[in-house]
């Protein structure tokens, strides 16, 4: 195998092949000055954040602790913010799971701020564009329709070209415009900085490790901080 093919078929496995690298950033759950400018101490009760997607969520191969909502729960405590982070998230979930598991998890939690974390698995399996896409907007009507006065943040994700380029690029688009249409906060790619980069990737090429899941933590706070 010649190492143009060996290339590829390691970023079909991993999936997260093509992103920029951020080095050696990491999260800081301290509030910075910036952080302060935009956010008002809290005033009300205690707020929601759900974060719904897959294994990456879940934070597969790391301790609970690390995952990156759990970061983001302690940047938000250190800020003072009233907001609980609950992490709905289930290793191997698609799009289609979510959409069956998403009216049992309403019922259960109520959502002040959704964050929505889905179609990595969709496209390293080579769902059609059109099924994931359905998926995702029914997950976001539901969630909209039992929480009308929800914020919605969408996580972006990104595919290699290895089931052609055309499926890579009419994957991409799914988020911008689904965050377009339903008014959604974009996180444009979730691994930005993290996917490729073996160093801060499991052994299996596809989990982060702690330290990958500050940079991806960074990733959302960028956009979260707005939202909150």
């Known amino acids: 195998m010649n190492r143009i093919a060996f290339f590829f078929m390691v970023a079909f496995i991993t999936f997260l092949a093509g992103c920029g690298n951020n080095g050696n950033k990491t999260f800081n759950t301290k509030p910075t000055a910036t952080d302060t400018a935009k956010i008002t101490p809290p005033t009300t009760a205690t707020k929601t954040i759900l974060f719904f997607g897959n294994s990456l969520t879940a934070g597969y191969g790391v301790d609970p602790s690390q995952a990156f909502p759990a970061l983001i729960q302690q940047k938000i405590d250190s800020m003072g913010l009233p907001y609980k982070v609950i992490n709905g998230g289930v290793s191997g ?3 289609a799971g979510g959409n069956q598991r998403i009216d049992f998890v309403l019922k259960q939690q109520h959502v002040d701020v959704f964050v929505l974390e889905l179609g990595a698995n969709d496209g390293l399996r080579g769902i059609p564009i059109t099924e994931t896409r359905k998926n995702l907007q029914s997950i976001v009507d539901k969630v909209k ?5 929800v914020k919605l943040v969408l996580a972006g994700m990104q595919i290699p070209p290895n089931m052609g380029q055309p499926y890579a690029t009419d994957f991409k688009k799914i988020y911008p415009e689904l965050a377009k249409k339903n008014n959604m906060t974009l996180v444009p790619f979730l691994l930005e900085g993290v ?4 160093r801060l990737n499991q052994q299996d090429g596809i989990h982060p490790t702690a330290e990958g899941h500050q940079i991806v933590a960074e990733n959302v706070w960028e956009e979260l901080k707005g939202v909150l």
């Open 145 to 149: 329709a039992k929480y009308p006065a």
């Open 195 to 198: 996917g490729g980069e073996a």
């Open 93 to 95: 979930e698609t799009s």
